[in-house]
């Protein structure tokens, strides 16, 4: 029988991890034993509905037998096992979701931290067996199967499956306990006092029995007709123990548990390799009783803006699993949290669709999304930096919470969004920004585009700048729908930079700019008139301060809006914002226009071109036609 090879990406990784990623090696054990627990728990779902399963939950654990002669470790299930496929398909590719990401990461064989998180995100627990083992042997029987499968692999030369005999659906992992080196006593992991220990610290949780034979001596009862002499004896025993405590850390009481335990749960569980950056516990007793334990990832996982991303809550019922991942338990913008509820109330054999009608799960899911928002809210106010992390993380997530659902939850919502500023780099809250507001502002200022360096320069912002107002610098795509959804915060309405009206103006300076427009309309309409379709309009500026010329957009569709479109390659329809060009009165180059008006026509119009191509430039728009644009500047210069 031919051996197969890993996937070349997968020989890759294998590689690394073996030998570079994980520094914590015993993690090994909870890799292996959550996967047990995993099958454990497919096959009691099962058992649910199924009769012929023949198991009652009491029935499910998870054995590990020691063997130093042999130096291996074996650890054994009653769950579902593993069809051929299934061995051959889960085993023999690491991260089958693999993204073309973490290819790239990898290319370059330098192992950075940032690696080892992507890493850590990807199903890899079973590999981490070759940490600790020079052979790894898989003998399975799927439920529902007659066959057994032997899968054997020695780490990075490819692996073998064999039919094989196996009494009971289940899977033993066996393990082949590596030679000491100097650095590394290998032999440990086989003394039944550090599987104790291992087991305690990471599977303590495991809501099946991890059991083990251990070996013990005790005194031998003292003979009843023994003399004075007798000298106390000793015999050895063995007795089977439970090593975990079962209890579901989410059940137990926050006092009791500490936040590594805490930690260990979420990382084990979710697969993640770093800390969560917020643990919610909520406990509720009442109509609805339910505990739950949340967590806010602190890093945004690698696969999060991908199909594969499933947001949702794992839902048990008394402590049995229900649903792996129940999605109606996350409104969208809460899609990066991740946990678990068990409530008594909600029953074991309910279908999936009926799940979703159900009264109770919609009251759970309303309270956590109140203690979720809670929660962030309090990160703000106590802890800016791990706020300012997570927004880092997600926060883009919840703009968008913004903006769908019809604004419905704006309200909600609207004191976690932060935005980089003119004022501050590390973003700013709407409220913190209310309250810089110097008395004569009168709206919240906002200038979209890519790059926040380049906003505060908008020939737009000097004269709100120099007024000493602040404006936020809308850099994401969701951003300024983001605005329109919201309109106003806190009675001061949200402005565009590019609004005619951005600066309330006096009734003096309403005159002069009146005044203004029309001493300078017969310069506007020669513009108008060379421009044509170009523009819906030129008009003069009510907000440039020295710059000449600025582009903003008329009706619903803003610059930034059209652009936004255009990435998306949504612009089928050709969506247009319709373009402004805005001109300073006061600039130089507007006299200069007038007066070339009637000394030479065609330059005027050169001139008129040449601005409205420098119009486009700062907005960042296309030139239509730049190699006729470089033509133009050059007939000028000469
Ligand atoms: P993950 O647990 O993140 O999916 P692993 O590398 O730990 O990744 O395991 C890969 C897959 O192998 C599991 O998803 C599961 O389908 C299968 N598997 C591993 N161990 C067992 C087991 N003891 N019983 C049944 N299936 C298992
Ligand atoms: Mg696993």
Not at 556 to 570: V, W
Request: charged share 30%.
């Amino acid at each position: 029988m031919a051996k197969k090879q890993f996937k070349a990406e997968s020989k890759r990784l294998l590689d690394l991890m073996i030998n570079s990623i994980y520094t914590n090696k015993e993690i090994f054990l909870r890799e292996i034993l959550s996967n047990a627990s995993d099958a454990e728990d497919k096959l009691a779902y099962r058992a649910l509905t199924d009769d012929s399963v023949g198991l009652n939950r009491g029935d499910f654990k998870v054995i590990i037998t020691p063997d130093k002669l042999a130096r291996t470790l074996t650890i054994s299930d009653n769950g579902i096992g593993m069809t051929k496929e299934e061995l051959d398909g889960n085993l023999g590719t690491i991260c089958k979701s693999g993204s073309l990401k973490f290819k790239e990461d990898l290319a370059n064989d330098e192992v950075k931290a940032e690696d080892i998180d992507v890493i850590g995100q990807f199903g890899v627990g079973f590999y981490s067996a070759f940490m600790v083992a020079d052979e790894v042997t898989v003998i399975t029987k799927a439920y529902g199967s007659d066959t057994g499968y032997k899968w054997t692999s020695t780490g990075l030369d490819g692996y073998t499956i064999t039919e094989c005999d196996k009494t009971g659906v289940g899977t033993d992992v066996i393990l082949h306990i590596k030679p000491d080196t100097e650095d590394e006593k290998y032999e440990l992991y086989l003394e039944e006092y550090r599987i104790q220990e291992l087991v305690k610290k990471y599977s303590d949780y495991i809501r099946y029995p991890i059991q083990m034979l251990l070996h013990k001596s005790r005194q031998k009862p003292r003979p009843e007709d023994a003399g004075d002499d007798y000298k106390p004896e000793w015999e050895d025993y063995t007795e089977w123990s439970t090593m975990n405590s079962m209890v579901p850390v989410w059940q137990k009481k926050k006092d009791d548990v500490t936040q590594e335990e805490y930690n260990n749960f979420y990382q084990d569980k979710f697969g993640d390799f770093e800390a969560p950056l917020d643990t919610i516990k909520v406990s509720a007793e009442g109509a609805v009783s339910y505990d739950a334990l949340l967590f806010v990832p602190s890093k945004t996982p690698y696969d999060f803006y991908t199909r594969e991303y499933e947001k949702g809550l794992q839902l048990y019922s008394s402590g049995v699993l229900i649903m792996e991942t129940c999605a109606d338990l996350l409104p969208d913008y809460l899609r990066f949290v991740k946990g678990v509820v068990d409530t008594p109330d909600v029953s074991l054999n309910i279908s999936r669709e009926m799940l979703q009608q159900t009264r109770e799960l919609k009251v759970i899911a309303k309270n956590l999304d109140k203690k979720i928002r809670g929660s962030l809210a309090k990160m703000l106010k106590d802890d800016r930096e791990k706020y300012e992390t997570f927004w880092k993380a997600f926060g883009t997530q919840l703009k968008y919470g913004v903006v769908s659902n019809y604004g419905m939850d704006k309200d909600n919502l609207k004191d976690l969004l932060m935005f980089l500023s003119s004022a501050s780099e590390k973003g700013t809250t709407l409220k913190e920004y209310k309250e810089r507001m110097p008395e004569s502002q009168k709206y919240i200022y906002y200038a979209c585009g890519e790059d926040a360096a380049k906003l505060g320069k908008l020939p737009q912002a000097e004269r709100i700048l120099d007024a000493g107002y602040e404006i936020l610098f809308l850099t994401e795509e969701v951003d300024e729908f983001c605005m329109q959804v919201l309109g106003e915060y806190d009675g001061k309405q949200l402005k565009s930079i590019n609004a005619d009206d951005a600066l309330p103006e006096t009734d003096e300076e309403k005159k002069a700019a009146e005044e203004k427009a029309e001493s300078g309309k017969e310069v506007l309409d020669f513009m108008k008139e060379t421009l044509g379709e170009k523009v819906k309009d030129v008009r003069i500026s009510r907000i440039l301060k020295t710059h000449p010329v600025c582009m903003v957009s008329d009706g619903p569709m803003s610059i930034e809006m059209e652009k936004y479109l255009k990435r998306q390659n949504a612009d089928m329809g050709g969506f247009k914002a319709e373009r402004v060009l805005e001109v300073n009165a006061d600039a130089p180059v507007f006299e200069t226009i007038r007066s070339a008006m009637a000394a030479d026509p065609e330059k005027a119009k050169k001139y008129v071109e040449l601005l409205y191509c420098q119009a486009l430039l700062i907005a960042e728009l296309p030139l239509e036609d730049p190699s006729a644009y470089t033509d133009l500047v050059c007939s000028l210069m000469n």
